[in-house]
T-cell receptor
Framework: LAKTTQPISMDSYEGQEVNITCSHN???????ITWYQQFPSQGPRFIIQ???TKVTNEVASLFIPADRKSSTLSLPRVSLSDTAVYYC?????????????FGKGTTLSVSS | NAGVTQTPKFQVLKTGQSMTLQCAQD?????MSWYRQDPGMGLRLIHY???????DQGEVPNGYNVSRSTTEDFPLRLLSAAPSQTSVYFC?????????FGQGTRLTVV
């Protein structure tokens, strides 16, 4: 399993764009990159997933360079409700629904 | 759909007691898994299942047992509770691309 490295914490203000970068130097050919969000006292929630280039959904964008050794989760115009822990996971897509290995994640604090 | 339902939400046990944390899902997912989360830490995988009758160990399986007799249910058994098992426990079910988590069970062992 590819190990991931993320910043422990980040601070932002409402309305700003937030970019959280994850390093995964040992990513395997079959591995996908998945991001989860966790609010206090709740279970994690799937945000976005990708293999290469750029993926965008209604919540976030995921940028993956050609070498796939890192990825960046981009949250446009954050609000106070985006304050949460964000986890970057890397693993085989065939097991993306189970046996997940979490790191410590990035705690994002959004202030007004 | 209720999604993933965990019971109980809170539990206090005495050292040495046994109990079962319940997890049920109504999404017909083949995959289910259990995690624990200690304060300030990420989730750690305890046990997981890729289908009824199939279970496997995760990162921290010691002190826990699981079974998967139906697609819907995946109970986690603590055989002899220890203070080190004080944690928040999350159950998840999943399809190929993503997992869906329950609201958690907060367990305290005194």
């Amino acid at each position: 399993l590819a190990k991931t490295t993320q910043p422990i914490s980040m601070d932002s203000y409402e309305g700003q764009e937030v970019n959280i970068t994850c390093s995964h130097n040992n990513i395997a050919t079959n591995d996908y990159i998945t991001w989860y969000q966790q609010f206090p006292s709740q279970g994690p929630r799937f945000i976005i997933q990708g293999y290469k280039t750029k993926v965008t959904n209604e919540v976030a964008s995921l940028f993956i360079p050609a070498d796939r050794k890192s990825s960046t989760l981009s949250l446009p115009r954050v609000s106070l409700s985006d304050t949460a822990v964000y986890y970057c996971l890397v693993g085989d897509i065939r097991q993306a629904g189970t046996a997940l290995i979490f790191g410590k994640g990035t705690t994002l604090s959004v202030s007004s | 759909n209720a999604g993933v339902t965990q019971t109980p939400k809170f539990q206090v046990l005495k050292t040495g007691q046994s109990m079962t944390l319940q997890c049920a899902q109504d999404m017909n997912h083949e995959y289910m898994s259990w995690y624990r989360q200690d304060p300030g830490m990420g989730l750690r995988l305890i046990h997981y299942s890729v289908g009824a009758g199939i279970t496997d160990q995760g990162e921290v399986p010691n002190g826990y047992n699981v079974s998967r007799s139906t697609t819907e249910d995946f109970p986690l058994r603590l055989l002899s509770a220890a203070p080190s098992q004080t944690s928040v426990y999350f159950c998840a079910s999943g399809r190929d691309t993503e997992a869906f988590f329950g609201q958690g069970t907060r367990l305290t062992v005194v």
